[in-house]
């Protein structure tokens, strides 16, 4: 989608602002790519971090910029909005999405004077779950209204796909039918069972960062919740077990979820 901008417009349109906003959980291929796609076609990209709620309520945030050499690359925003918060994420409350992409991308436009606005984003045609949920009415877009070219014209997978091969350059993840298993949130809980595991299994040592938010709000005491990212899976701790002693378990949820993540960008 930034690449068809470009040509489109001989180059970014003054009005046009590129941000990433960065969990802290992303790849580092992730990281790297952005970097990359900033340098080879000489556009400027914001990279922004959540950095806390702004009392009374959670309604607004502080942000940081940051750059490629600045970044968090172990979580550091993710887990600071976790402890503001006092319990975890799940498949029914996105709040990563939320507050560490929607909400410090909405701080980042009204600190430069912007009222409202539009969020171009790179979903294609062939997501229709994802284009109707960010044009269903009533979405909360933190005054950002969805712009989706890609959907628009039509643009598949398979396009994509095309379009990566004919490039110098790509996101160096595995790819296998155009579906990425190892990114871009490196464990993130929507992804399939069976791609959790395998993950974990290829590296034991991803799932520390999990398991350690999990422990945390379990020590607090947060009971309703359980202390997990997820109630219909095992903990991440046992599931970093089961990888490493090689014990074979059946989860039922092996689609995994849409992520969403880019809904905000």
């Not at 005054?143 to 598949?156: E, K």
């Not at 997978?157 to 996101?171: E, M, N, S, T």
């Not at 990212?229 to 689609?255: C, G, H, L, V, W």
Request: contains cysteine; neutral net charge.
């Amino acid at each position: 989608m930034l690449h068809n901008i470009l040509e489109a417009n001989g180059g970014l349109p003054d009005n046009c602002i590129v941000t990433f906003q960065n969990t802290g959980k992303e790849t580092t291929q992730t990281l790297d790519f952005i970097q990359e796609c900033s340098q080879r076609w000489s556009v400027p990209v914001a990279w922004i971090e959540w950095d806390g709620f702004i009392p009374p309520g959670r309604n607004k945030c502080n942000f940081r910029i940051v750059d490629r050499a600045t970044c968090s690359m172990n979580g550091e925003p993710f887990a600071k909005m976790i402890e503001s918060l006092g319990y975890l994420p799940n498949p029914t409350q996105r709040l990563c999405t939320a507050n560490l992409k929607v909400k410090a991308g909405e701080a980042f436009m009204r600190s430069l004077g912007y009222a409202e606005w539009q969020n171009a984003m790179g979903i294609r045609a062939d997501e229709q779950r994802r284009v109707s949920r960010l044009r269903s009415a009533g979405r909360d877009n933190s005054c950002g209204s969805p712009c989706l070219p890609l959907a628009d014209l039509g643009v598949t997978k398979a396009i994509v796909g095309a379009f990566w091969k004919r490039q110098p350059f790509d996101l160096a993840h595995g790819n296998n039918n155009g579906v990425t298993p190892h990114g871009n949130c490196d464990l993130c809980f929507l992804k399939g069972a069976g791609t959790v595991m395998s993950l974990i299994r290829e590296n034991p040592s991803i799932a520390d960062w999990w398991a350690e938010q999990e422990q945390k709000i379990t020590h607090a005491g947060n009971a309703g919740q359980c202390g997990r990212f997820r109630s219909d899976r095992p903990s991440y701790t046992q599931m970093k077990e089961y990888a490493i002693n090689q014990i074979e378990f059946k989860m039922i949820d092996d689609n995994g979820m849409d992520c969403f993540c880019g809904d905000g960008s």
